[in-house]
T-cell receptor, first 112, second 113 residues
Framework: AQSVTQPDIHITVSEGASLELRCNYS??????LFWYVQSPGQGLQLLLK??????LVQGIKGFEAEFKRSQSSFNLRKPSVHWSDAAEYFC??????????FGSGTKLNVKP | DVKVTQSSRYLVKRTGEKVFLECVQD?????MFWYRQDPGLGLRLIYF???????EKGDIPEGYSVSREKKERFSLILESASTNQTSMYLC????????????FGQGTRLTVV
């Protein structure tokens, strides 16, 4: 069965520091992978997605993610975090039947 | 700009009431979804629809039903609301393509008292 694991529930980084959020997935076929961000009280916004080709994917707001098939991972990175990046981040895998499976989320706090 | 609109941001209902959550999308998407979001559990799929009048159960369908009479509208129904259905409900839509992303509404925070 498809599943997504985000091992970090909360992460705190200082403004200007680099960020990496971890995501591991379980899916038998070629995965379709997504990262979403949710600001408090809001819906989810797509940051980036991977479905084929280059394993390093660029997204909005300066985020990128790298697909590593051998590690079943799709980690999200940003070289320099801004205070406005404080939010909750969700990794998701899509299957061939158009369903999406989400991780439990990682809450990011940004210290001034 | 693409849009998924949920009819209410906040709802308070009494135990045993029948509750309707409405969702409309303006992108002509084939797929529509209802998710429930609880702290520490992420998003869990309640129901999924890939066409008008078609539906599939997700991971947690118990206590819920859905209706899709028109392509743009997907309703979630709580037949008899219970306190354990207090949660954030998120509607989403997507194209009928495995690589297509989901677009989300703003969510409905439902409290059952």
């Amino acid at each position: 069965a498809q599943s997504v694991t985000q091992p970090d529930i909360h992460i705190t980084v200082s403004e200007g520091a680099s960020l990496e959020l971890r995501c591991n997935y379980s899916y038998g076929a070629t995965p379709y992978l997504f990262w979403y961000v949710q600001s408090p009280g809001q819906g989810l916004q797509l940051l980036l997605k991977y479905f084929s080709g280059d394993t390093l994917v660029q997204g909005i707001k300066g985020f990128e993610a790298e697909f590593k098939r051998s590690q079943s991972s799709f980690n999200l990175r940003k070289p320099s975090v801004h205070w406005s990046d404080a939010a909750e981040y969700f990794c998701a895998v899509g299957d061939n039947f158009n369903k999406f499976y989400f991780g439990s989320g990682t809450k990011l706090n940004v210290k001034p | 700009d693409v849009k998924v609109t949920q009819s209410s941001r906040y709802l308070v209902k009494r135990t045993g009431e029948k509750v309707f959550l409405e969702c409309v999308q303006d992108m002509d998407h084939e797929n529509m979804f209802w998710y429930r979001q609880d702290p520490g559990l992420g998003l869990r799929l309640i129901y999924f629809s890939y066409d008008v009048k078609m539906k599939e159960k997700g991971d947690i369908p118990e206590g819920y039903s859905v209706s899709r009479e028109k392509k743009e509208r997907f309703s979630l129904i709580l037949e008899s609301a219970s306190t354990n259905q207090t949660s954030m409900y998120l509607c989403a839509s997507s194209l009928f393509s495995a690589s297509a992303e989901a677009f989300f509404g703003q969510g409905t925070r439902l409290t059952v008292v």
